[in-house]
């Protein structure tokens, strides 16, 4: 009696688990099929192009007036905290550290994962659903190479760039508040930003995290697409899933990349 | 021919474009779809596959186009086994293969112009001079030159249909399969598709499968028909056998009897112990 609660709790342990195993192997032999089809997409680059154009220079507006933002946020609440330490002129440090090692990468991960991510699962589920993908494997033209190797790979290029865009929006926005706004001496952020900031450990750092982030991102995105129910409620979920686990993706990357990317560093 | 065919099917003659044997398919293994489809579809024919919604009937065209492999039985096509057939092969036989899907399928991203030159511009390497003129050509084959510059969303489901079918042909195919062509048109759009199929295979000389369960339109233009239900092939014949048959399914289906072998109720528990039973 007493043992069947437990049994039956260790069967939904044991199916989801199962289920998890599953679903994690389809993604990786279609990540490798992604791969083994993207001669293609690179070689007919102005795929690739369109692509970027969609999910890179689309996506441009809300990642720069959220960069700005958080920049100018960013400066507004180091200033409450460094100036009552009397060490207001390192606001130029700590946002560019900020923005450069954690919150580039992430923040704009996430929008991109809500912005192009969705809208890549969407479209290539409504293909499906639509028969797109069928009409075009029946003309022998392979669906992975023509629709969905090209969108991976635009998702990929595009996204560290954008990280890149947002960090940058980010210092501005936080020049325009410490400096113009509140009035510290623009020569100390520049300069202390300058020989704190180092490009190996903290620029090249940042844009792996972008590029893994990017990879994860772009890769959960067409596979949600391409698997997802020919239905709208089955594009509905797809889409749901790739922003839900997108977002918890890279978070969970964020701490291991930090981990090793990090570890010591403050001590130098 | 390859051996393993001619092996298993001595008998299919050249003049047979597709042929099933003995084809058993199910999407789940405890539910066949089809449960032993025979089926020959003559080189320059016109041949419908009618049968209730459900029943297997645009499962035969994706075995057939092989993106759906049988569980047993033999799927024939020009010669060769489709199953069998490697990933390059069976992208040549595609190639010889023109499908119109049930709502065309068309691409939403790109005009009617773009459509009808994706197989051409993806499989070819003619000229874009050349592959304007072929577009066109297909375009006032099915009526449709002046939509050239319209985008999908422009067109209506009849139109819409009519610019997949010059999509479909423009490889010129050997063989042309219909998904449900006739679905949702207007009177005057269906007798243009119904038409259009009839003259397109008469002059290209190719083979067409039309799936359907419009049997007036069908009636007018097919050679042949195969009934399908429960997973066979139950009765089949010329479109004047049709009209005269006395077979209990073909009567239901030709006079549009709500109630025969195919029944009005799906099978539920008895009237009395669903109504009279406290809840």
Known sequence: MLLEPISHGLRRIGRGTLATIT?????????????????????????????????????????????????????????????????DESLGIMVALSLVRELG????????????????????????????????EMMAVDPLARVVAPRFWGGIISMP?????????????????????IGIDAGAFWGNMQAAVDFRVDVVNGFIKSAVFALAISLIAVFEGYNAQPTAEGVSTATTRTVVASSLTILALDFVLTVFMFRGIGSR | MPDTYNAVVPTCPTEIAVSLRGVVFGYDRRRPVLKGVD??????????????????????????????????????????????????????????????????????????????????????????????DLVLMKLNAVGLRGTARLRPSELSGGMARRVALARAIALDPMLM??????????????????????????????????????????????????FISDGKVIAQGTPEEVRVSSDAYVRQFVDGAPDGPVPFHYPASGLAEDFVRVA
């Open chain 1, 23 to 87: 679903r994690l192997g389809f993604t990786t032999r279609f990540f490798l099929a992604v791969l083994a089809h993207s001669g293609g997409a690179l070689r007919r680059f102005n795929l690739t192009l369109r692509e970027i154009y969609f999910s890179g220079v689309l996506s441009l507006v809300i990642i720069l007036v959220s960069g700005l933002f958080v920049g100018m946020v960013l400066a507004l609440q180091g200033y409450e905290v460094l100036n009552r330490y009397g060490a």
């Open chain 1, 105 to 136: 990468p992430v923040v704009s991960g996430l929008l991109f994962a809500s912005r192009a991510g969705s809208a890549m699962t969407a479209e290539i589920g409504l293909m499906k659903t639509t028969e797109q993908l069928s009409a075009m």
């Open chain 1, 161 to 181: 760039l954008l990280s890149a865009l947002f960090a940058t929006l980010g210092v501005f926005g936080a020049y325009l508040v410490g400096v113009k706004l």
């Open chain 2, 39 to 132: 089926m020959d579809i003559p080189r320059g024919k016109v041949v419908a596959i009618m049968g209730g919604s459900g029943c297997g009937k645009t499962t035969i065209l994706r075995l057939v186009g092989g993106q759906l492999r049988p569980q047993a039985g033999h799927v024939v096509v020009a010669g060769r086994e489709v199953p069998k057939l490697t990933r390059d092969e069976l992208f040549a036989l595609r190639r010889r293969i023109g499908m119109l899907f049930q709502f065309g399928a068309l691409f939403t991203d790109m005009s009617v112009f773009e459509n009808v030159a994706f197989p051409l511009r993806e499989n070819t390497d003619v000229p874009e001079e050349l592959i304007r």
């Open chain 2, 177 to 226: 399969m219909y998904d449900e062509p006739f679905a949702g048109l207007d009177p005057i759009s269906l007798g243009v598709v119904g038409q259009l199929i009839r003259k397109l295979n008469d002059a290209l000389g190719i083979t067409s499968v039309v799936v359907t369960h419009d049997i007036y339109e069908s009636l007018k233009i097919v050679d042949y028909i195969y």
